[in-house]
């Protein structure tokens, strides 16, 4: 089987049998096609590809690109391997030994509660549209969803009465998620109000629309989410995930326990939700730094002043009395 086969093999596997994004597919395909042309210049085939030939393929791009796109690139190629070795196509793992980069230590950002607040009070107005924005991130904040969860989103996952949505995370895998009282009120406002203006005429399942009256894109969403962001002051402070990932770390700081925690989330694996334990603890030390009186404050010429005879004597008279 050649090469162009082989990929498109395996890319059928990730979308029927494992549900993969759409995104996801895309970026495997053009990770397998680069990695198709530089074997290629090798005279080297996917299938005959040996443990030297991808390294040096990892070691050529690793100055050109992130960290992340490194360890996708490699995570892209375990999985297109092991997928051969399943189909019998090799006896071999030649990524077995690969190692990637390590991540980097960079946490994520996320917003303070009086930033929260102010991002959820940016969307001014009755309007539908300010409806519609202002039930968007309410359900953002409250339920920790992707951005790409919100825009899929239909009108049936929302269960009011029972104050439970169904999210569909990667994979297409599905979760239910308690939606709080503040997020339900926007949500009925919108629908009551902001959703049929929007809509009119079209028979729309999705949940949030734009103004044409047709399902918002990921792209669309995050558009929202950063023109909120500039009115609220936040300007370079929000990315994609900026609303999830201060959902789990205000949850933590209130005492969500770390499985609920990647339940919420939709993890398949704690250790990626045990990112969140070091954002909490890193939040604490600020909070610590920025109230103890004594903790970060360089000392006074007061503080440096060694105590006079008298200080002195007045402490050993009151020791010599007690």
Same mark, same amino acid.
């Given at each position: 089987m050649d090469d162009q086969r082989l990929i498109l093999d395996f890319l059928a596997y990730l979308e029927l049998e494992r549900g993969l994004s759409r995104n996801t597919l895309q970026a495997y395909r053009s990770d397998l096609l680069q990695l198709h042309g530089f074997l290629e210049q090798r005279q080297v085939s996917l299938a005959a590809a040996k443990h030297g030939d991808l390294a040096a393929f990892l070691d050529g791009i690793a100055p050109l690109v992130a960290a992340s796109t490194l360890q996708r690139k490699l995570a892209c190629m375990r999985s297109f391997y092991r997928h051969l070795r399943r189909e019998e196509l090799l006896d071999h793992d030649p990524t077995a030994e690969l190692r990637g980069p390590r991540r980097s230590g960079i946490l994520p950002k996320v917003l303070s509660r009086d930033e929260v607040l102010r991002l959820l009070a940016a969307p001014k107005g009755t309007e539908p549209l300010a409806l519609r924005d202002r039930a968007l991130l309410e359900l953002m904040y409250a339920c920790g969803l992707r951005i790409s969860e919100v825009a899929g989103l239909r009108l049936t996952d929302i269960d009011a009465q029972a104050r439970m949505l169904?999210?569909?995370?990667?994979?297409?895998?599905?979760? %239910?998620?308690?939606?709080?009282?503040?997020? %339900?009120?926007? %949500?009925?406002?919108?629908?009551?109000r902001g959703r049929p203006a929007l809509v009119g005429m079209l028979a729309e399942s999705h949940l949030f629309v734009n103004s044409r009256g047709h399902g918002l894109t990921r792209q669309g969403l995050y558009k929202i989410i950063q023109g909120h962001a500039q009115s609220a002051g936040l300007y370079g402070k929000m990315a994609p995930h900026t609303l999830r990932h201060t959902f789990a770390t205000h949850l933590l700081a209130g005492g969500c326990d770390l499985r609920s925690l990647q339940e919420l989330l939709g993890h398949a694996d704690l250790s990626t939700t045990q990112?969140?334990?070091?954002?909490?603890?890193?939040?604490?030390?600020?909070?610590?730094?920025r109230a103890h009186p004594r903790a970060l404050r360089a000392s006074t010429a007061e503080d440096r002043r060694p105590a006079s005879p008298r200080r002195r004597r007045g402490g050993t008279d009151r020791a010599r009395a007690s």
């Open positions: 169904r999210a569909r995370g990667k994979g297409q895998k599905e979760r %239910l998620v308690p939606v709080g009282r503040q997020a %339900l009120g926007a %949500l009925a406002a919108y629908e009551a990112i969140y334990t070091h954002l909490s603890a890193e939040r604490l030390k600020e909070t610590y730094f």
